[in-house]
């Protein structure tokens, strides 16, 4: 009984500790999402950089853009409306233009937008602009 009593504590006191310890650094500097020719001209992908959602989307006059796909209310992952030509977050309907500006909804602010740069026919991400 004691031996079931001491994995119940461990299998509910893990999970718990790691709740609670800070989380590692995250990864940062550049990093390369894809060709230019994989964003065809009015399109928006969710890509993933070092583990976190980014949009990357490409205007219609071919300027490519990023987002961080993170929900600036309440950190909920944010996806394209391909029907409504829109940014849409599923937990508060929260509503962002293709731009990343925040349209309606609780979102307080934009999506924050990140640097990018064409190297070598490649699509190159780095950290938040500003």
Do not use: W
Request: proline content about 9%; aromatic content about 6%.
């Amino acid at each position: 009984m004691g031996g079931s009593a001491a994995a119940f504590a461990v299998a509910m006191g893990y999970p718990v500790a790691r709740f609670i310890e800070p989380r590692p650094p995250a990864e940062s500097g550049p990093a390369s999402v894809g060709k230019v020719e994989e964003f065809p001209v009015g399109s928006v992908k969710t890509v993933l950089v070092h583990d976190r959602p980014v949009l990357i989307s490409r205007a219609q006059d071919g300027q490519i853009r990023a987002f961080s796909a993170i929900c600036t209310h309440l950190q909920c992952i944010v996806g394209y409306s391909a029907e409504r030509n829109q940014i849409e977050c599923p937990c508060h309907q929260g509503v962002y233009s293709v731009e990343g500006q925040h349209l309606s909804g609780p979102p307080p602010r934009d999506l924050e937008e990140m640097s990018v740069a064409i190297t070598d026919g490649l699509v190159v991400v780095t950290g938040p602009i500003g």
